[in-house]
């Protein structure tokens, strides 16, 4: 009963967010593509809708929605969905909305910070954008002991940045080497 709400956010929050609103009614579902600008305001429906919803059911108050949409972005308002963290927020309204086009602002909203892609047998990072900037923090000749855990700290000094600066990849560079 109700509607149910999912969304990609960059921020956890809900500005610029692509979200999905659905619900189910007469046995019927519906599914729209949505963004978000700001808070507290009702998505826009995307120009262009490409999600397709695949099944949908209501039973015993638990609304179930399947869709299906690209990993990659299309559109300006969309996001994609890529290896690593991706914040998903969430809401819904018990109410069924009345239209298609108004649907009450949600009763109960989340987010959660995810690997959606984990398992895809594709963890090797891809290139960075030309606006992106590498550096190593490396701890060399650290050898770690055979307790089941180890923590290791060490202070490094950063690069000086001109702007504010998102640390948005940490691989692990571990070489192992046995000593007998």
């Excluded at 619900?23 to 600008?37: A, E, H, Q, S």
Aim: net charge negative.
């Amino acid at each position: 009963t109700g509607w149910v709400g999912l969304g990609f956010s960059p921020t956890g929050f809900m500005p610029e967010s692509d979200v999905v609103i659905g619900w189910v009614k007469d046995g019927r579902g519906y599914l729209k593509d949505r963004y978000t600008i700001v808070y507290r305001t009702v998505p826009p429906i995307d120009a262009l809708q490409n999600v397709q919803l695949l099944s949908s059911s209501e039973a015993d108050g638990v609304t179930t929605l399947e869709f299906k949409r690209k990993l990659v972005a299309c559109e300006p308002n969309d996001r994609s969905i890529e290896e690593g963290t991706t914040r998903v927020i969430f809401s819904y309204n018990d109410n069924d909305p009345v239209s298609e086009d108004s649907p009450a602002q949600h009763q109960v909203a989340g987010r959660v910070s995810v690997n959606l892609l984990s398992g895809t047998g594709n963890l090797e990072p891809g290139p960075l954008e030309a606006d992106h900037t590498k550096f190593n923090l490396l701890n060399p000749n650290v050898s770690v002991p055979a307790r089941p855990t180890t923590y290791w700290c060490s202070p490094f000094k950063f690069p000086v940045l001109q702007n504010e600066a998102h640390i948005i990849r940490v691989p692990l560079p571990v070489t192992l080497a046995v000593t007998r």
